[in-house]
T-cell receptor, first 116, second 112 residues
Framework: KAGVTQTPRYLIKTRGQQVTLSCSPI?????VSWYQQTPGQGLQFLFE???????NKGNFPGRFSGRQFSNSRSEMNVSTLELGDSALYLC???????????????FGPGTRLTVL | DAKTTQPNSMESNEEEPVHLPCNHS???????IHWYRQLPSQGPEYVIH???SNVNNRMASLAIAEDRKSSTLILHRATLRDAAVYYC?????????????FGQGTELSVKP
C-alpha cells in the first residue's frame, strides 16, 4: 500500500507570493491533517479535513487555508508569504474511525518551504 | 488540551534498554497516552498508545503509572535506528479527529 505522498518536496518562494502544497493520503483514508514544523516552534497543528469539511483548526492566521477533494486528496494554501513561514509542512492521513481510540496518523515526508 | 513534559534529550548505548519518561499530571479520565517518534528527515510515526494498563507491541512497551500522571516508553534493546525524537501526546478518547498536540519531545541518541 502506498504511503502518504506530498508534492512538491522542496519549494522556494519570495515574500508576498502565495503557495499551494498537495497531499495524497493512503488509499481509504478520509482524514487529512496538516502540520507546520520549525526549529523554534516545533510541530504545530494547522487543520484537519474529513469528508471535504474542515473539522479542526489550529491557531494560525487566515493566510493559511486548505481544502479537501472528493477523492480525499488535500491542498494547503498560504497567501502573502512571510519569512517566518519557512518550515517543513507535513500532512498526515488516518481512517478516523468512530469509536476508536487508535486512529493512527500516518505522516508523509513533508514539503520543505523556503521563503526568501 | 492536557500538557506533557519530557526531558529534552537522552542517551543510550546500542542493545541496551531505554526508558523514556513523560509527565502528564493534568491528564483527564478520557485521555489516552500516545507516543510517536520522528526519525531524522522523516515525518513522525506512531509507536504505541494506552489508557490505563501497560501495553506491548513489536516496537516498544508502554508503562503507565497507577495514578496515570506519568508514563514511560520502553525500548527493550535500542538500535542505531531508534535514534529519533520521541513525543508523548495525550488524546481525548472522545475525539476521533486528526489533531495531535506535539510538545518538544525527547531527542534520543544511541551510541554504538
Amino acid at each position: 500500500k502506498a504511503g502518504v505522498t506530498q508534492t512538491p518536496r522542496y519549494l522556494i518562494k519570495t515574500r508576498g507570493q502565495q503557495v499551494t502544497l498537495s497531499c495524497s493520503p493512503i488509499s481509504g483514508h478520509r482524514s487529512v491533517s496538516w502540520y507546520q514544523q520549525t526549529p523554534g516552534q516545533g510541530l504545530q497543528f494547522l487543520f484537519e479535513y474529513f469528508s471535504e469539511t474542515q473539522r479542526n483548526k489550529g491557531n494560525f492566521p487566515g493566510r493559511f487555508s486548505g481544502r479537501q477533494f472528493s477523492n480525499s486528496r488535500s491542498e494547503m494554501n498560504v497567501s502573502t508569504l512571510e519569512l517566518g513561514d519557512s518550515a517543513l509542512y507535513l500532512c498526515a492521513s488516518s481512517l478516523r474511525l468512530a469509536g476508536s481510540s487508535y486512529n493512527e496518523q500516518f505522516f508523509g515526508p513533508g514539503t520543505r518551504l523556503t521563503v526568501l | 488540551d492536557a500538557k506533557t513534559t519530557q526531558p529534552n534529550s537522552m542517551e543510550s548505548n546500542e542493545e541496551e534498554p531505554v526508558h523514556l519518561p513523560c509527565n502528564h499530571s493534568t491528564i483527564s479520565g478520557t485521555d489516552y497516552i500516545h507516543w510517536y517518534r520522528q526519525l531524522p528527515s522523516q515525518g513522525p510515526e506512531y509507536v504505541i498508545h494506552g489508557l490505563t494498563s501497560n501495553v506491548n507491541n513489536r516496537m516498544a512497551s508502554l508503562a503507565i503509572a497507577e495514578d496515570r500522571k506519568s508514563s514511560t516508553l520502553i525500548l527493550h534493546r535500542a538500535t542505531l535506528r531508534d535514534a529519533a525524537v520521541y513525543y508523548c501526546i495525550l488524546r481525548d478518547g472522545g475525539n476521533q479527529g486528526g489533531k495531535l498536540i506535539f510538545g518538544q519531545g525527547t531527542e534520543l541518541s544511541v551510541k554504538p
